[in-house]
């Protein structure tokens, strides 16, 4: 597949499986729009394997175990495919195209990118394992660390590699796990249909609230950090979308509407 087929194809991907990232990703310019979304791609294709409704428990630990070895040691696209060969018909194509969003990443930042997907998908299969049983909010900061906080220490790695930007890897997480929160009250009643619970034990919405809010804040000092106009537009955008569903929830609403978006979208990369 040609570089450029496989550009249109990662975008596609991009439209199909996030909203939240896709917009700020066609913002950038070039060679960055193509290595954050084949990173952002390979920590989907992981993410797809932990949601899967169909695939049993032991085999989702079992494919993120592997798949968290195999991206440290041997990343060929025949080994990834020699794995996946039993559950081809149950994967989503994000999945198994893993190997294609891994040769999109420029080979100096192809390291770093492997890295946070491979810490991903070992903590993945841990709470997998664990049955998403979130008991205390050191739970809840370890599994947020691993779902959405390895997003902005993988964000953080190609911002340096990109353009010299620093950024304080601490914030980074926080600015992952300020998105995931925001997502975690925005689907409490669908988590719970699926018999899934986020919570700590004994939280009710104000203790999810609060430790959201402390996130978001932390993200907002992430952002002040950064000094390139590319990065700060990218970061800000998902940030802002996050403030303005929390804003939503709050006034009693599931989610911003599609006007909503759009004039966030402008004020973020405008401000």
């Given at each position: 597949?040609?570089?450029?087929?496989?550009?249109?194809?990662?975008?596609?991907?991009?439209?199909?499986?996030?909203?939240?990232?896709?917009?700020?990703?066609?913002?950038?310019?070039?060679?960055?729009?193509?290595?954050?979304?084949?990173?952002?791609?390979?920590?989907?294709?992981?993410?797809?394997?932990?949601?899967?409704?169909?695939?049993?428990?032991?085999?989702?630990?079992?494919?993120?175990?592997?798949?968290?070895?195999?991206?440290?040691?041997?990343?060929?696209?025949?080994?990834?495919?020699?794995?996946?060969?039993?559950?081809?018909?149950?994967?989503?194509?994000?999945?198994?195209?893993?190997?294609?969003?891994?040769?999109?990443?420029?080979?100096?930042?192809?390291?770093?990118?492997?890295?946070?997907?491979?810490?991903?998908?070992?903590?993945?299969?841990?709470?997998?394992?664990?049955?998403?049983?979130?008991?205390?909010?050191?739970?809840?900061?370890?599994?947020?660390?691993?779902?959405?906080?390895?997003?902005?220490?993988?964000?953080?790695?190609?911002?340096?590699?990109?353009?010299?930007?620093?950024?304080d890897k601490e914030l980074a997480v926080a600015f992952g796990r300020g998105l995931q929160a925001v997502n975690i009250l925005r689907n409490k009643g669908e988590?719970?249909?699926?018999?899934?619970?986020?919570?700590?034990?004994?939280?009710?919405?104000?203790?999810?609230l609060a430790y959201t809010q402390k996130n978001l804040s932390l993200a907002d000092t992430y952002l002040t950090e950064i000094k390139s106009q590319v990065v700060?537009?990218?970061?800000?955008?998902?940030?802002?979308?996050?403030?303005?569903?929390l804003k939503a929830l709050l006034e009693g609403r599931e989610k911003i509407n599609r006007t909503e978006v759009n004039e966030i979208v402008d004020n973020a990369?405008?401000?």
């Amino acid at each position: 597949m040609s570089k450029d087929t496989l550009h249109t194809k990662a975008i596609d991907f991009l439209l199909k499986t996030s909203r939240t990232f896709f917009i700020p990703i066609s913002h950038l310019p070039g060679e960055l729009q193509d290595t954050v979304g084949a990173a952002y791609l390979c920590m989907r294709a992981i993410d797809e394997i932990e949601d899967h409704p169909e695939l049993p428990s032991e085999v989702k630990i079992k494919l993120l175990t592997e798949l968290s070895k195999l991206l440290q040691e041997d990343v060929s696209k025949e080994s990834i495919e020699t794995l996946f060969e039993p559950y081809h018909s149950l994967l989503p194509e994000v999945t198994l195209l893993l190997h294609d969003w891994i040769s999109l990443c420029p080979d100096s930042i192809h390291e770093k990118v492997l890295e946070s997907t491979a810490i991903m998908a070992g903590g993945m299969a841990k709470w997998t394992e664990k049955n998403w049983e979130i008991k205390s909010v050191e739970d809840l900061d370890e599994y947020t660390y691993y779902v959405a906080g390895l997003v902005g220490v993988m964000l953080t790695d190609i911002w340096k590699w990109y353009d010299e930007t620093e950024a304080d890897k601490e914030l980074a997480v926080a600015f992952g796990r300020g998105l995931q929160a925001v997502n975690i009250l925005r689907n409490k009643g669908e988590d719970s249909e699926r018999g899934v619970n986020f919570y700590p034990k004994g939280w009710g919405f104000e203790e999810m609230l609060a430790y959201t809010q402390k996130n978001l804040s932390l993200a907002d000092t992430y952002l002040t950090e950064i000094k390139s106009q590319v990065v700060r537009d990218f970061c800000n955008i998902p940030l802002a979308l996050a403030h303005g569903t929390l804003k939503a929830l709050l006034e009693g609403r599931e989610k911003i509407n599609r006007t909503e978006v759009n004039e966030i979208v402008d004020n973020a990369i405008n401000k």
